[in-house]
Each structure stands twice: as structure tokens, then as C-alpha cells.
């Protein structure tokens, strides 16, 4: 890991567009990818908002393998690859690695609940020791109200001792800013890069000195949120932060997932885009046509977004 | 699905030993499914006290395999089966159909939470189409503390309705006694063969209709357990049901995996088989030594396990 090729700046959890057997859809895959970074948003591919949990170790190394093949940068990538198998996170992460992949994300494993530190501490160390490879850098991901195991502030503090060179920061998607700013404080000074996972704490983030931020309405809002990572200095940001925030509200309303992908769905006149894996549900009727009746009152728009 | 050869009796969530490099240990494994069956007790292999979800699908595969080649009854079977992912989910239950389980017992996508009916609904009707065996027999397995995702009553009621030759059962380890007679009176009439998920209610839940007991102690209790279900309506069971909860009672002091795994390490004299995998933590020292000393006090034993 060197310090001047680490991930900065906006990325978004891809959504993933599945075709009518429910297979990735490729095509419009890469497609979204690369609008992404077209807008300045790098790829934190198989996250949360990607239904990354509901798709096969092998289905993630196969989307990975074609995203490098198609050109897309990997130095503007960040996929997630912790699983609950140590095995799968292991094979997962070396491909990223040996790919390119500036960074991955890596829930904790998820399955069992009230496991200690210990435990958590021994599956990250067991993961850097198994991949072996200098050019690893770890994101964790602290998600607590959805993969229900926290990482707490004690583990990042031993895993950042013991694994300087590897623990290269984290997501922090509780939605508790006190616990944002306590990593802040704490371990950005040690090198130890904190992503917001919710633009609504991008400007907030990024005064304390943190990266970024890695999160989902960037799939929809790329390049207003991008922008105002790049010009957080100047003035007139609050006022762009409200406007990222009305965004984000807008879609906070619905299932964040099938909404979004009801939204590109509607932008793109793509109706495949809004289908999802169980257990997940579509969006339909007039859940639909309420959400995006809310995004054109609010003048909302996809630039750039296209079929092509 | 023939109701003749449905499962009933005690079956165990059968810990997975694990080698130095993490590795499930087979020959040991074999050891302790072939003790268990000679015990009249079942093989829910893949379990939550399997460390199931600490294995990649591949492994559990492999592991499956082997136990069916080594001479073990798939009639007595019920592996583990569902997992985050749909094709993991189908590849797991369709190998162990072709192998002839008598069941699998299925967790629902268990990543996202606060998922609806409807997509748990769509989640199993997916597998169910597209294993495609008319022997495949579902149990539906309820454990909301650890998977955090229900099988409520209603979700039940629609499966059974649309799938009635392949949802068998259930295996209800809420803890909830009154779910549990729920699910007896409504569904068991239906052919819906209800498990409860610890021996504690083994007399309720056969004295109410069901079927038998999926239980973690079966591990570590097999033959008391066993001989309580063949003769739950002889004199004198309320003691027995005492004694089988007092054995119990010793090791829910403890986290259950690492402790079973400690009592069998004890009288094998096989340090190994305390081992766990990352995120658990094996059980030692002084907790290890009271756990140990609590069992050889109440006069435990486990008779006929040998390292042989």
C-alpha cells in the first residue's frame, strides 16, 4: 500500500441491473459503471446497495474479471468482499487485489451475532494473512443496522495497530455522526481513511479532515455530490449540501434499492433496470409513480445517463 | 415428497471440527456423524451450530459428499442449505437431493433485513423452481435471534398453500413456545412437520402433534434425547425431560458451539476438535476448566465416542 494511490473522493455501492433470469445484466451493468465514473464517482462495486449478498463469490469474481476487462480503472475501485465464509472473502479479495483494486470493503462476517472483537480481530487478521499481499488495503465496513455485527471503535484501534500497512480505512453507514467523528478523531490521524456513508455527512466528513464519502444515492446523484467533494471549500456549499440532502430525502422514503433502480429504470425508459433479487422486491404501481412524481417536482434529472 | 419417508425423531446441527489450517476436518467429522447416527440421532449437518455459514458452498458440498460415500443414510439427513445468495442456495439443495437427503433445512436470505413476505415467498418459490426435483423436501427454519429474518406464520400459511410437496416443515428455534404451538395447531394437520429447535420442549412440542427436535445438545447428549422421543408417552418422562434440560442448562451458560466443542475436545482427549472458526472463539482457560468441572459434577458423560 502507498499512501498516494489511495481512494479518495465519492463512490457509489453499484447497483446491479439483473436480466429475466435474474442472472447480472452485463451490458447495463458496465454501462452504469462507466456513467459513474464518468461523473467523477468511483466503483464500490458489490456493496450493500448492489444486492452484492444475494449474488455467488463466483458471480462477483466473474463481474470483477469483465469490469477490468472492460477498461474501467481499478484504481477507482473499492469492491466489497467480506463475506460470511472466511474461504469466500479470502478468494474474493485476492482477486480484487491481484486485479488492481485500490481498496476493498469487508463486512465482518455477518451470520453470528454478539461475537467479540477477538473474533472479529482474528477473521480480519486471518483474511490479511491468507491473501499475503503488499498491495492490500482494507476498508471496513461498519453497517451495524443491517449486518447486525459492529465494527466497534476498540477493533478498528488493535486491527490499525497490529495491521498498519494493510487497514487503510472505513464505510461508516450507521447514520451516527458522533461515531463518524469519533473515527475521525481518532484514527484519520493514523492514516486511517473515513468514508460517510450518506453524502448528508459529506461536508461534515470532509471538515474533519475525512475522504470521502461511499454512498448509495451516488448511483442517481453522481456528479452534484462529486462536485461538492471537489469545492467542499468553497462558498455557497451549504446551500449545495441542502440540495444533495433534498436528493437523498427524496429517495429515503422508499426500499433505497428498488427505488433507485425504479428511478434509472424511468430515466433510461429501461423497464429491466428495476428488477431485483429476492428478497428484495420491485417497486411498482403507486409506490412507482409516487417516487417519481417526486423526482420531476423536484426537477431531478439523470445527465448523461444513457442506453448506448 | 412421500409422507412415508418423512423425517422424524432427533436430528443434530452436527459441529464441524476444524484442522490447523482451518480446514473442516473429515475423518473426524465422519467420526462424530457415524456416533451420532449409532445414537438414533439425525444429521442436520449444516447448521447454525455447524459453523455453517463460517463454509463456503464448495465446502459444504465436498463435505456432504463424503458423508454420503463413507456409508452414512441420507434418509437420516437434513443438511443446511440456505444461504444469502439464490444460486448458492439452489446449488447446495440441489446436490443434496441428488444425494438423496431426506431434507434440507432452510435458512432465508438472511443479509438484508426487514425484508417483506412477499420477497422470503418469492425467495423460496425461486429455489423451489429451480431445483426442479419432486423429491426435494424444504424444512423452513426459524431462528430470528441470529438470522434476524422471521418465518412468520403468514409466510408459512402461503408456501405450504401454493408448495404443499415441498414445504415439509419447519425447525422453530425461536425459543418461543407460543410460536411453536402456533405452528403446531395451524400447520401441522397440514402435513407441515414441526421440529423444535431445543430439546427443552421436546415433550410439548410431541405431545402437541410434532415431530421431533433439531437441537443443538444432540451433539454432546445424543442417546438420552433419542430414548426420550421413542418413549415420550411411557411414565416417568417428566423427570427424564428434567434431566435432558438440566445437561442443557450447563452448556447454554456458555456461548454453545465453542463449549460443545470443548466437552467433546474433553472426553476424546482430542484437543483439536476445540477448535472454531473465525468469528467464533474457542472456548479455554478458566471458562473451559468451570464448563468441564459443571459437567463432570451433574455425572455427564458420553458414552461410546471414541477417536477410533
Given amino acids: 500500500m502507498t499512501v498516494e494511490n489511495r481512494l479518495a473522493g465519492i463512490l457509489a455501492p453499484v447497483v446491479t441491473p439483473f436480466d429475466?433470469?435474474?442472472?447480472?445484466?452485463?451490458?447495463?451493468?458496465?454501462?452504469?459503471?462507466?456513467?459513474?465514473?464518468?461523473n467523477d464517482v468511483g466503483l464500490a462495486v458489490f456493496g450493500t446497495n448492489s444486492e452484492a449478498n444475494s449474488m455467488s463469490t463466483a458471480e462477483k469474481i466473474d463481474l470483477l474479471e469483465q469490469l477490468v476487462e472492460a477498461g474501467l480503472p481499478p484504481g477507482r475501485m473499492m469492491p466489497g468482499t467480506g463475506c460470511c465464509a472466511l474461504p469466500d472473502t479470502v478468494e474474493l479479495t485476492r482477486k480484487a487485489v491481484s486485479l488492481g483494486c485500490a481498496g476493498v470493503l469487508m463486512l465482518p462476517p455477518f451470520y453470528y451475532k454478539g461475537v467479540s472483537d477477538d473474533g472479529l480481530y482474528r477473521s480480519y487478521a486471518e483474511v490479511i494473512e491468507r491473501v499475503g499481499d503488499a498491495r492490500l488495503n482494507i476498508y471496513l465496513y461498519h453497517i451495524p443496522q443491517i449486518a447486525q455485527v459492529p465494527i466497534t471503535l476498540s477493533l478498528i484501534d488493535r486491527l490499525l495497530r497490529d495491521f498498519p500497512d494493510y487497514i487503510a480505512g472505513v464505510k461508516d453507514s450507521s447514520g451516527d455522526w458522533d461515531n463518524t467523528r469519533s473515527m475521525l478523531e481518532r484514527f484519520q490521524p493514523r492514516g486511517f481513511d473515513v468514508f460517510c456513508g450518506s453524502e448528508s455527512f459529506l461536508l461534515d466528513t470532509l471538515r474533519h479532515g475525512g475522504k470521502g464519502s461511499i454512498t448509495a444515492t451516488a448511483n442517481v446523484n453522481p456528479a452534484p455530490i462529486a462536485a461538492l467533494y471537489r469545492e467542499f471549500e468553497q462558498p455557497g456549499v451549504e446551500r449545495r449540501q441542502a440540495e444533495l440532502d433534498a436528493v437523498r430525502g427524496i429517495f429515503q422514503g422508499y426500499v433505497m434499492i428498488p427505488g433507485m433502480k425504479a428511478a434509472i429504470a424511468h430515466y433510461l425508459d429501461d423497464p429491466l433496470w428495476s428488477r431485483v433479487r429476492p428478497p428484495l422486491d420491485e417497486m411498482a404501481g403507486a409506490e412507482r409513480e409516487r417516487l417519481i412524481a417526486g423526482l420531476e417536482q423536484a426537477g431531478f434529472e439523470m445527465a448523461g445517463l444513457s442506453t448506448a
Wanted: include cysteine; hydrophobic fraction near 40%; charged fraction near 30%.
Fill in 20 to 38: 429475466a433470469q435474474l442472472k447480472p445484466d452485463i451490458p447495463r451493468w458496465l454501462r452504469h459503471c462507466r456513467w459513474l465514473v464518468e
